[in-house]
């Protein structure tokens, strides 16, 4: 059997953290659904059989019925493909929701909050939907296969040995439960970086939907037969976000700054974060600078820079800097070395401590 697996999509997304630029939102909307119409291009031109959407594909807070209208037309344009939805905590199989109260097209099938199975020919697909924004135990040890000789797959968002009191909030299962369940396929969705180990697969966001999101984004697609698995990312995603370190240690003005950004070669399809990092000689303004920019890809300004304090220098002034600077060297030496945002955090308060008691 052939499928394709997708997962995250979050249709009509704000976008709220992307960036100060309004109409990048507008742009990802847009791209959302153009990469949506190449994934079903994708199914129908190779003929596939099955689609597994793993849950979020769209954002019950702010998805239009326009849009719901746009996925199902696109869902009828490929009717021998049989498609399975596991709702996941963007977009729970609740009362109000569009899985409820909209009509879908016949090839669809959307999981409710208790596991299901559906047989098809020598295929058994199992799968669970939220009915609520969170959920802490969807009761997974007690999923059984009833026939380990047909072809198995389970359909499901979740969480994989989440650790976090935030992670148990989305469906955290064990890996090792998930492996003894012994599921040919388990078509999983909530992480929006792609993971692939054995037959347990995370496909990714299907776009990516900002900077903590970098790389490629796509679809998976397989080839399944009992005992035999073959699978393949398949990029979809024109648009590609990426980060670059600008060192500006030598940068001695504003204005050589903004000459030095502009001159970054920026491909067309990128969404770029400049990220300056050094020792900094003047005062930086990054939204300021960001208004300078040439290029309109250039989306975001991220400050790291620091100032060349020599803090054990001012520990030994007998002042309140050098006071403060003791302290601060002693809460440094404290942390341990994977602790890098809470250095992060002392360096800038050693800073802003130092600059007001100039």
């Not at 969807?138 to 499901?156: A, M, P, R, S």
């Not at 005992?227 to 990029?235: Q, V, W, Y």
């Not at 648009?239 to 067309?268: A, C, G, P, V, W």
């Not at 620091?306 to 006071?323: F, H, M, Q, R, W």
Request: hydrophobic share 35%.
């Amino acid at each position: 059997m052939k499928f394709a697996h997708i997962a995250d999509m979050h249709f009509d997304s704000p976008f709220i953290k992307l960036s100060d630029k309004d109409i990048l939102g507008d742009l990802r909307r847009l791209e959302q659904r153009k990469t949506f119409k190449k994934a079903i291009e994708y199914i129908k031109q190779n003929n596939i059989e099955y689609l597994f959407i793993s849950g979020d594909l769209y954002e019950h807070k702010y998805v239009k019925l326009s849009t719901i209208q746009y996925i199902n037309n696109l869902f009828q344009e490929i009717p021998n493909t049989k498609i399975f939805i596991s709702p996941g905590n963007h977009d729970p199989n609740i009362k109000n929701s569009y899985y409820q109260k909209f009509n879908w097209n016949k090839n669809v099938k959307i999981f409710s909050s208790k596991f299901e199975k559906v047989e098809n020919d020598e295929i058994n697909i199992y799968g669970y939907g939220f009915d609520d924004f969170y959920c802490t135990n969807c009761g997974i040890e007690n999923l059984q296969i009833d026939n380990q000789n047909k072809i198995n797959i389970l359909v499901l968002h979740a969480t994989l040995d989440g650790a976090s009191i935030e992670e148990k909030q989305y469906n955290s299962i064990s890996r090792k439960v998930l492996q003894e369940k012994q599921f040919d396929y388990i078509a999983l969705g909530h992480i929006h970086k792609k993971e692939d180990q054995t037959n347990i697969v995370y496909p990714g966001s299907t776009i990516s939907l900002g900077f903590d999101e970098l790389g490629e984004h796509g679809i998976i697609v397989g080839e399944l037969q009992k005992g035999k698995l073959k699978t393949e990312f398949i990029p979809l995603d024109n648009e590609q976000f990426k980060e670059i370190e600008l060192d500006i240690t030598q940068t001695l003005s504003k204005e050589e700054l903004i000459e030095k950004i502009n001159n970054l070669k920026i491909q067309k399809n990128e969404y770029i974060k400049i990220i300056l990092i050094g020792n900094r000689n003047f005062e930086i303004n990054k939204y300021e600078i960001l208004k300078y920019m040439e290029s309109e890809r250039i989306i975001k300004i991220k400050d790291k820079t620091k100032i060349p304090y020599d803090l054990s220098k001012i520990a030994n002034e007998n002042t309140l800097k050098g006071l403060f600077a003791t302290e601060m060297l002693e809460k440094l030496n404290q942390l341990k070395p994977d602790e890098l945002q809470e250095k992060e955090i002392i360096e800038k308060a050693i800073e802003i401590g130092l600059e007001a008691l100039e």
